[in-house]
């Protein structure tokens, strides 16, 4: 019964911004304001919906350790990493919504976040890393570098791929789904996409955007529970399952660094270049265009569960990626 009662309270509050959301919005002030260049919207939308996440996520937590549902939150060390993670990248994206700052800036306030997690609680470090088809690599001393490293190269596949209403939230529920699936906190990630059900509706009247007070607090979500299901569970995902699982923002984030190098400029500069603009211009329709990427981000997911070679999952979505974006690339040229 204290479970229904749970669901419901998340239910209800999510409810009751969504039916208030035009005060609670003006109440803030913070709105993401059309340029004409890279936000193309008509008009002004809000950027509190990291706040409405990290909301979410201290009520969930707080709630699910008041009614001592141990099972279904993280455990009592790790969920000290996992708030104080998760406030810090909310921060740093919040001031970044506020006072627009420079990439080199943000990647700092980054590192700096990590590392200072990292000292107080080591137990965020990976220490070794398990492939499906070779033997377990370990990094020893090198362990707090990989650990920066990957959370700085999954803020930025993130942050490149929250470029167009739902495509990120849709990729969230997806990944919530798999950590369901598997049995990682399953009651904690269900009650944390009644929120972001709820922040997809506004988001797609565009009412809403995530920012990047959210896609960095999203960032905190998924690489610390990657980082704690692989320490915790015997059902692990392996890393190279992780890395399919997160391999089309991956490869987008990728590709815009080379391409933005190339043209000599800074990598982290943001453009119109990536994976949802072209198919965005080419079908002229933004659901199409979610409908597609998400597609291609579900499509090694599938297989890794059918149980298909990683190695050849790879290959296979590779193939597919780039030949979408010469498609599109080559399309865009003839109608010129």
Known sequence: MNIFYLVLLIILFNFIIYIKFDSISNSFALYDK???????????????????????????IFSLNLLNFDNSIFDRSFLNVFI??????????????????????KL????????????LFPEINLELIKISFLKTYY????????????????????????????????FCLFVFIIFIIKGFLPFFFILFSICFIFLALLNFQNKVFIGDSG?????????????????????????????????????????????????????????LN?????????????????????????????????EFKTYYILIISLIIYFSLILFLKIKSKFEK
């Open 108 to 119: 700092l306030y980054l590192i700096l976040s990590i590392f200072f997690v990292a000292y």
């Open 84 to 105: 104080t993670l998760s406030t810090l990248f909310f921060l740093v994206g919040l001031l970044d919504d506020l006072k627009n700052l420079t990439p080199n800036i």
């Open 274 to 306: 990536h994976l949802h603009h072209k198919v965005e211009n080419y079908f002229k329709n933004k659901n199409i265009a979610v409908l597609i990427t998400i597609c291609l981000c579900v499509f090694p997911s599938v297989l890794i569960f059918f």
């Open 139 to 170: 990094f020893h001393d090198y362990s707090p570098f990989f650990t920066i490293l990957s959370f700085l190269l999954l803020a930025n596949a993130i942050n490149m791929f929250d470029g167009i209403n739902l495509q990120l939230i849709l």
């Open 34 to 60: 059309p340029d004409g260049k890279l936000k193309r919207h008509s008009k002004p939308a809000s950027l509190i919906g990291g706040l409405l996440i990290l909301a979410n996520l201290y009520i969930i």
């Open 215 to 271: 896609c960095y607090l999203i960032t905190a979500i998924l690489g610390l529970t990657f980082i704690y299901q692989y320490k915790n569970y015997e059902n692990f995902l392996f890393g190279d399952e992780v890395f399919l699982i997160l391999l089309i923002p991956a490869l987008d984030m990728l590709r815009l660094f080379v391409s933005r190098i190339i043209e000599k400029k800074h990598p982290f500069k943001g453009d």
